[in-house]
């Protein structure tokens, strides 16, 4: 849960309006969002606060989530006005995503009102007009709904009967929260949430791409932890084995061990440590396991930092998940990538198996917890270096 209830933050921020005052309670408001609420679980304790609770601040504060939302998916958001005034775009938030797409977002707590098409194109139209957006082409339309109840069909089919399929977009709060897992849990790419926003392409690649990505992660967490605790068929499921909504069912039924819990500590105090060196690293929340992964920006590789305690090694690594073409074109260019990092690195082609690993270890355990220190710094080093040169030459 978040460390302060919804309704208790409504209570201490005050009355949320249109003020431009800079310290309003709206902006107070959206600055806890910010920098308190980032995990799914605790986005969603607040959309669902808000859509249980009745009354206007409480419609407001879901206006706000759902921008909230916007905001962690990777947009840059402008929130949009609470009510409508003359002469002003109505918008509820403004998306603008690093790829050049523009989202346009109406917010509805109930999809039981009948809604003209024609408001949230003239929208658009007027941000165009007004030099906000460079054209309607590249911009998008999405109602954004808390819950469907009993009209349900009637804004897609309005949508559909007026030819507008290309333009806008209906969705529940559940599908973006559904999409911020994606992202948080799997390192889904933000061009790829975009994508999967946008009017269906021809081409299925990005769907059929996702799903890959997801089930081949999902499928390596299980296989690595198989190895780590040295029995696949026997062995009772662990936490990080289970679908991120099941997490906290799973611990009321299985305890994390001593090894586990330390795991799961190393990580975390990686994390802060990386955030209070500003460490231009996406770092994710940790799970209770013996890898890391960061992403670089790309589904075909990312960055796993490793803890072997068996041999006692920590260890940084591009590992690829399923492309010996990935890892034919970096080890193409090994002796560039070795003089960039300044690193001699062991390629693990795997030939029997569909991944690939590129990886450099050095010495040390968990177990001395004062020599902790010592271990973030040269990881993160790796990591940030890692991070400097393999995307280049992925992407050529």
């Given amino acids: 849960m978040p460390v302060i209830d919804l309704s208790t ?32 679980s605790d986005v969603r304790a607040y959309t669902d606060a808000a859509l249980r609770t009745k009354g206007d601040q409480y419609n407001k504060a879901l206006q706000d989530i759902i921008n909230h939302i916007g905001r962690l998916l990777g947009f840059e958001v402008t929130f949009g006005r609470y009510r409508g005034v003359a002469g002003a775009n109505g918008y509820d938030g403004l998306w603008q995503s690093p790829s050049g797409t523009s989202v346009v977002v109406e917010t509805k707590t109930t999809d039981a009102y009948t809604i003209r098409t024609a408001t949230l194109l003239g929208y658009i139209n007027d ?63 933000h061009q790829t949430i975009v994508q999967l926003l946008l009017p269906s392409p021809v081409r299925v690649d990005t769907v059929v791409n996702l799903i890959f990505d997801v089930v081949s992660r999902a499928k390596r967490d ?19 084995d289970l679908p991120p909504n099941d997490w906290a069912d799973s611990t009321k039924q299985t305890g994390l061990s001593d090894t586990k819990v330390l795991q799961l500590e190393f990580w975390d105090k990686l994390k802060e440590y990386g955030n209070s060196q500003k460490t231009k690293l996406k770092l994710r929340k940790p799970r209770p396991q013996h890898w890391y992964d960061i992403s670089i920006g790309t589904g ?3 960055i796993s930092l490793t803890l072997n305690t068996k041999d006692d090694l920590i260890g940084c690594e591009i590992y690829i998940a399923n492309s010996k073409q990935i890892y034919a074109l970096l080890y193409k260019s090994k002796s560039k990538i070795e003089d960039e990092l300044k690193e001699h ?42 991070h400097h040169v393999f995307p280049k030459y992925i992407n050529g």
């Fill in 300 to 302: 075909e590789a990312h």
């Fill in 9 to 40: 933050l409504v209570a201490l921020v005050g009355t949320l309006d249109d003020s431009p005052d800079h310290n309003s309670a709206a902006v107070r408001f959206r600055t806890y969002l910010q920098e308190h609420v980032q995990s799914v």
């Fill in 127 to 189: 941000l165009v007009s007004a030099g906000e957006l460079a054209k309607s082409d590249e911009a998008l339309g999405l109602y954004v709904y808390g819950r469907f109840d009993s009209g349900a069909n009637q804004l897609e089919k309005s949508i559909i009967a007026e030819g507008r399929q290309e333009h806008l977009r209906v969705a529940s709060v559940e599908t973006l929260l559904h999409l911020l897992e994606l992202k948080q849990a799997y390192e889904t790419a």
């Fill in 222 to 240: 299980v296989a690595e932890q198989s190895m780590e605790s040295g029995s696949e068929s026997t062995r009772e499921p662990q936490k990080q």
């Fill in 345 to 386: 690195l062991d390629w693990m082609e795997l030939p029997d198996k569909k991944a690939s690993r590129i990886k450099v270890t050095k010495n040390g355990t968990i177990e001395k917890e004062n020599e902790w220190q010592d271990y973030f710094e040269c990881l993160l080093k790796k990591a940030e270096s890692f």
